[in-house]
């Protein structure tokens, strides 16, 4: 089995990573399902997406799309910072970094980071931002989140390491602050900014999900990250959890306020406004 050279160097002042899991397999029945069904998931999106270009003229939700793509670069970062261990010997490896990473995942990110935020910003424009519309959109990603990780956990597709705490059905529930988080932003900053994103700058919309993505999951999941990898006691890692999801109760304060105020100084532009430049 291929491990972490970080985890077996031990460097003179002693400090060494938390070991992930040894021998572990990747489960192919489970792999050959999550495969099928997410990419089966991308598909029906990117071909809604070529429907809502042919009917509106923009291609936007496509942007949106080849941005949930271009995410899935922070995966091993995040994996890697927050202990999330994918076994290695029979993973269908779409690319590796920090760590490897599988096919089925960037299917995934197509979806819940490129799908999910462009329709959270139609929301946006079509009905205005409220604290109470905010936080119902975190809620939808709460649960959305919730219900890919639980049986992607379950089958061992990949497995959460270096105890940590509160720990529901396998699933920390710390990590639903980290990871709706940047979609939020994303789409809020599009609903406060069109102007900006509009004629060649409206391909910035790609990386866009990416850069919000990474910043608010380290500036979310910074505490909890620090405690794992130092594998502090216990209380220190609860501790550290709370303010984690402290900080993200904080993040969606602040996204709401940001987009109560673009709500109400804006009129809700249209797809053809973001990506056209005409800026009428």
Same mark, same amino acid.
């Given at each position: 089995?291929?491990?972490?050279?970080?985890?077996? +160097?031990?460097?003179?002042?002693? *400090?060494?990573?938390?070991?992930?899991?040894?021998?572990? @397999?990747?489960?192919? +029945?489970?792999?050959? %399902?999550?495969? %099928?069904?997410?990419?089966?998931? !991308?598909?029906?999106?990117? =071909?809604?997406?070529?429907?809502? #270009?042919?009917?509106?003229?923009?291609?936007?939700m496509l942007t949106f799309l080849a941005?949930?793509?271009?995410?899935? /670069?922070?995966?091993?970062?995040?994996?890697? =910072?927050?202990?999330? #261990?994918?076994?290695?010997?029979?993973?269908?490896?779409a690319f590796t970094t920090f760590s490897? $990473?599988?096919?089925?995942?960037?299917?995934?990110?197509? $979806?819940?980071?490129?799908? $999910?935020? &462009?329709?959270?910003?139609?929301? !946006?424009?079509?009905?205005? $931002?409220?604290?109470?519309?905010?936080? +119902? #959109?975190?809620?939808?990603?709460?649960?959305?989140?919730?219900?890919?990780?639980?049986?992607?956990?379950?089958?061992?597709? &990949?497995?959460?390491?270096?105890?940590?705490?509160? /720990?529901?059905?396998? *699933?920390?529930?710390?990590?639903? *602050?980290?990871?709706?988080?940047?979609?939020?932003?994303?789409?809020?900053?599009?609903?406060?900014?069109?102007?900006?994103?509009?004629?060649?700058?409206?391909?910035?919309?790609?990386?866009?999900?990416?850069?919000?993505?990474?910043?608010?999951? +380290?500036?979310?999941? #910074?505490?909890?990250?620090?405690? =794992?990898? @130092?594998?502090?006691?216990?209380?220190?890692?609860?501790? @550290?959890?709370?303010?984690? !999801?402290?900080?993200?109760?904080?993040?969606?304060?602040?996204?709401?306020?940001?987009?109560?105020?673009?709500? @109400?100084?804006?009129?809700?532009?249209?797809?053809? /406004?973001?990506?056209?430049?005409?800026?009428?």
């Open positions: 089995m291929t491990t972490n050279p970080l985890v077996s +160097t031990r460097p003179a002042d002693g *400090f060494v990573l938390p070991a992930p899991p040894q021998g572990l @397999a990747y489960p192919q +029945t489970a792999q050959l %399902v999550a495969t %099928v069904l997410a990419g089966s998931a !991308m598909t029906l999106v990117v =071909l809604y997406a070529l429907r809502e #270009w042919r009917r509106s003229r923009s291609p936007l941005g949930g793509a271009v995410c899935y /670069l922070n995966e091993p970062i995040d994996d890697l =910072l927050g202990l999330v #261990w994918y076994p290695r010997p029979g993973q269908w490896t490897p $990473v599988p096919w089925w995942g960037l299917f995934v990110y197509v $979806v819940f980071f490129g799908a $999910v935020p &462009y329709l959270a910003l139609n929301s !946006m424009r079509s009905r205005g $931002v409220t604290l109470r519309s905010t936080w +119902t #959109w975190f809620g939808a990603f709460f649960v959305l989140d919730a219900l890919i990780e639980q049986p992607i956990i379950h089958s061992g597709l &990949y497995v959460y390491y270096g105890d940590p705490p509160f /720990l529901l059905l396998g *699933f920390p529930l710390y990590w639903m *602050f980290i990871n709706a988080g940047g979609p939020m932003v994303e789409a809020t900053l599009l609903l406060a900014a069109p102007r900006f994103f509009s004629g060649p700058r409206a391909l910035l919309v790609i990386p866009l999900g990416m850069v919000t993505d990474i910043a608010c999951s +380290t500036s979310v999941g #910074w505490p909890i990250f620090s405690a =794992l990898n @130092a594998q502090a006691p216990a209380p220190v890692k609860w501790g @550290a959890a709370v303010l984690t !999801m402290t900080l993200g109760v904080a993040l969606v304060q602040a996204i709401a306020v940001l987009g109560i105020r673009a709500s @109400a100084a804006t009129r809700p532009p249209s797809d053809s /406004l973001v990506l056209t430049g005409d800026g009428h």
